[in-house]
Protein backbone atom coordinates (compact mmCIF):
# COMPACT_ATOMS: atom_id res chain seq x y z
CA UNK A 1 0.00 0.00 0.00
CA UNK A 2 1.36 3.32 -0.93
CA UNK A 3 -0.35 6.88 -0.21
CA UNK A 4 -1.67 9.21 -2.84
CA UNK A 5 0.23 12.89 -2.44
CA UNK A 6 -3.02 14.77 -3.56
CA UNK A 7 -5.82 12.87 -1.24
CA UNK A 8 -3.30 11.16 1.56
CA UNK A 9 -5.56 8.04 0.70
CA UNK A 10 -3.75 4.45 0.96
CA UNK A 11 -3.91 2.53 -2.08
CA UNK A 12 -2.82 -0.62 -3.59
CA UNK A 13 0.72 0.36 -6.61
CA UNK A 14 -0.23 -0.28 -10.10
CA UNK A 15 0.31 -3.72 -11.44
CA UNK A 16 0.68 -4.12 -14.82
CA UNK A 17 -0.21 -7.23 -15.48
CA UNK A 18 -3.39 -6.72 -14.20
CA UNK A 19 -4.45 -3.32 -15.16
CA UNK A 20 -4.23 -1.30 -18.04
CA UNK A 21 -1.33 1.56 -17.91
CA UNK A 22 -3.65 3.79 -20.15
CA UNK A 23 -6.66 3.64 -17.55
CA UNK A 24 -4.44 5.74 -14.53
CA UNK A 25 -1.47 7.21 -16.55
CA UNK A 26 -0.91 9.72 -19.48
CA UNK A 27 2.19 11.35 -20.72
CA UNK A 28 2.75 15.52 -20.22
CA UNK A 29 2.24 17.13 -23.94
CA UNK A 30 6.02 17.18 -23.94
CA UNK A 31 6.28 13.32 -23.42
CA UNK A 32 8.64 13.77 -20.96
CA UNK A 33 6.73 13.37 -17.88
CA UNK A 34 4.31 10.50 -16.90
CA UNK A 35 0.98 12.09 -14.84
CA UNK A 36 -1.31 10.08 -12.76
CA UNK A 37 -5.24 10.25 -13.72
CA UNK A 38 -6.25 8.04 -11.03
CA UNK A 39 -5.71 7.49 -7.10
CA UNK A 40 -3.43 4.91 -7.86
CA UNK A 41 -1.64 6.19 -10.61
CA UNK A 42 -0.55 9.22 -8.69
CA UNK A 43 0.13 7.33 -5.99
CA UNK A 44 2.82 4.80 -7.97
CA UNK A 45 4.31 7.82 -9.47
CA UNK A 46 5.42 9.01 -5.95
CA UNK A 47 6.22 6.08 -5.11
CA UNK A 48 8.73 5.05 -7.88
CA UNK A 49 9.84 8.72 -8.70
CA UNK A 50 8.67 8.03 -12.38
CA UNK A 51 9.79 11.87 -13.02
CA UNK A 52 12.51 12.13 -10.85
CA UNK A 53 11.54 15.02 -8.58
CA UNK A 54 13.46 13.80 -5.67
CA UNK A 55 16.74 14.03 -7.16
CA UNK A 56 18.94 16.48 -8.14
CA UNK A 57 19.32 15.92 -11.46
CA UNK A 58 16.09 14.87 -13.32
CA UNK A 59 17.79 12.08 -15.44
CA UNK A 60 15.24 10.22 -16.34
CA UNK A 61 13.37 13.65 -18.20
CA UNK A 62 16.68 14.21 -19.75
CA UNK A 63 16.81 10.39 -21.45
CA UNK A 64 13.38 10.57 -22.74
CA UNK A 65 14.04 13.90 -24.29
CA UNK A 66 16.94 12.13 -26.39
CA UNK A 67 14.78 9.51 -26.65
CA UNK A 68 11.81 11.68 -28.25
CA UNK A 69 14.61 13.19 -30.72
CA UNK A 70 15.29 9.91 -31.72
CA UNK A 71 11.08 8.67 -32.18
CA UNK A 72 11.52 6.36 -29.57
CA UNK A 73 9.72 7.56 -26.81
CA UNK A 74 6.68 8.01 -25.85
CA UNK A 75 4.82 4.84 -27.37
CA UNK A 76 2.18 5.52 -29.69
CA UNK A 77 -0.71 4.05 -28.12
CA UNK A 78 -0.25 6.27 -24.62
CA UNK A 79 -1.79 9.44 -24.31
CA UNK A 80 -0.62 12.87 -23.76
CA UNK A 81 -1.91 15.73 -22.02
CA UNK A 82 -3.72 18.23 -24.40
Do not use: Y
Request: hydrophobic fraction near 35%; proline fraction near 6%.
Amino acid sequence: MVIDPKTQEQVSLFHPRQQEWSEHFIWTKDGIKIVGITIIGRATISRFDFNDKRRDEPSIQVARSFWIEAGWHPPQSDLRQE
